[in-house]
């Protein structure tokens, strides 16, 4: 977890991305893997763009999700139910957000842009945790604002 304390001393923009070298075999064995789901009980596979803004003085800040063609837009995911916020879940708990908007492109869903607000440092620190949860179960990489 180096990069959470890179992380929090970094005042304005960072993003987790795919790390290159990684091998999708690679899951969290001995706590519950960090999931990301829109429809209740239905796991998010694609990996998401993850923008992050933090105010100064560490107070609030604000995550921005971005999934491209995600599967809770598929049809055969249909029947699991609709799209209500988006869940992240850990061994911790659960986080979620309302703010959740899709993109579509000639009619049909391209994109989810989901936004999550946090508003103590308390809040920022559990998102991180979360995040360190969610990037050692998909294998994720930290890059840093440039």
Do not use: H
């Not at 970094?10 to 999931?35: D, I, K, Q």
């Amino acid at each position: 977890m180096k990069f959470i304390l890179l992380l929090t001393s970094l005042p304005l923009v960072a993003a987790f991305a795919p790390n290159a070298g990684f091998s999708n075999s690679r899951v969290a064995t001995e706590l519950e893997a960090a999931s990301i789901q829109f429809v209740k009980g239905l796991d998010e596979k694609v990996v998401p763009d993850v923008k992050l803004t933090r105010a100064k003085d560490g107070s609030s800040g604000v995550a921005t999700f971005n999934f491209n063609n995600p599967n809770c837009f598929d049809a055969s995911t249909a029947v699991k139910g609709e799209v209500t916020g988006m869940f992240l879940s850990d061994d911790e708990g659960e986080l979620m957000t309302t703010d959740v908007n899709a993109k579509f492109s000639n009619g049909k869903p391209q994109s989810i842009e989901a936004t999550l607000v946090m508003k103590s440092p308390a809040e920022w620190d559990r998102f991180m945790r979360f995040m360190g949860n969610y990037a050692e179960s998909n294998g994720l990489g930290f890059n840093g604002a440039k």
